[in-house]
């Protein structure tokens, strides 16, 4: 990794970000490439909260957690299975895939750039290749934000994160309309129409 004096802006942040991120420097398996038999489903869910159950248990291992969380992922059929060279098998989400739980913003050559920390560990920059969305939640009408990690698997940004990332909004005129969004990496992502900002419940 990158010494601090290389990093820019808030470096030591986004240093003491990365070192709590149990990332293997081998990096991630690529199970976009593999295609093997469908063996079944099992008895295994990621609840909203980021918590990983397995036969109604939840899974208190985190170097477990994060190896499963290596080997996930979502097809074209909306479903999430776990996949290896040798056999694939679905699990259940009830959300997202991950959470956000930490959020780090500088500037890097005059450009914002907001990098993530995922519970299982993953390090992302938003931007064109990460975009952020934000939906309302039909249940209580809250906004919920997501972060595309890799592939179809998703953040969902933890409560203090949604907040601290909110702060960082600013009103935009996107075809001509004024919208509050928030920009990393140069791409600009449109949280809601100005005029319902004051009616929405964070």
């Excluded at 976009?32 to 208190?60: R, S, V």
Aim: charged share 25%; hydrophobic share 45%; net charge negative.
């Amino acid at each position: 990794m990158a010494e601090s004096r290389n990093l820019p802006g808030d470096a030591a942040g986004l240093e003491a970000l990365i070192s709590r991120a149990a990332i293997a420097e081998k990096g991630l398996p690529p199970v976009h490439k593999w295609n093997p038999e469908f063996c079944g489903d099992l008895d295994m869910e990621i609840k909203a909260d980021g918590t990983w159950f397995y036969m109604g248990t939840p899974i208190g291992r985190l170097p477990l957690v994060r190896l499963f969380s290596t080997v996930l992922r979502k097809d074209e059929d909306g479903k999430t299975y776990l996949v290896t060279p040798v056999e694939k098998v679905g699990i259940r989400v009830e959300d997202a895939h991950f959470l956000a739980v930490e959020l780090n913003v500088m500037r890097d050559a005059g450009t914002q750039v907001m990098t993530f920390r995922t519970n299982v560990g993953d390090i992302v920059e938003a931007g064109p290749d990460n975009p952020l969305r934000f939906v309302v939640d039909e249940n209580n009408g809250g906004l919920k934000p997501y972060l595309l990690v890799r592939g179809r698997l998703e953040a969902l940004l933890a409560r203090p994160v949604m907040y601290e990332l909110v702060n960082y909004g600013e009103e935009v005129e996107i075809d001509g309309e004024a919208m509050f969004a928030v920009h990393s990496k140069g791409a600009v992502f449109p949280i809601m129409p100005a005029g319902e900002l004051e009616k929405q419940s964070l």
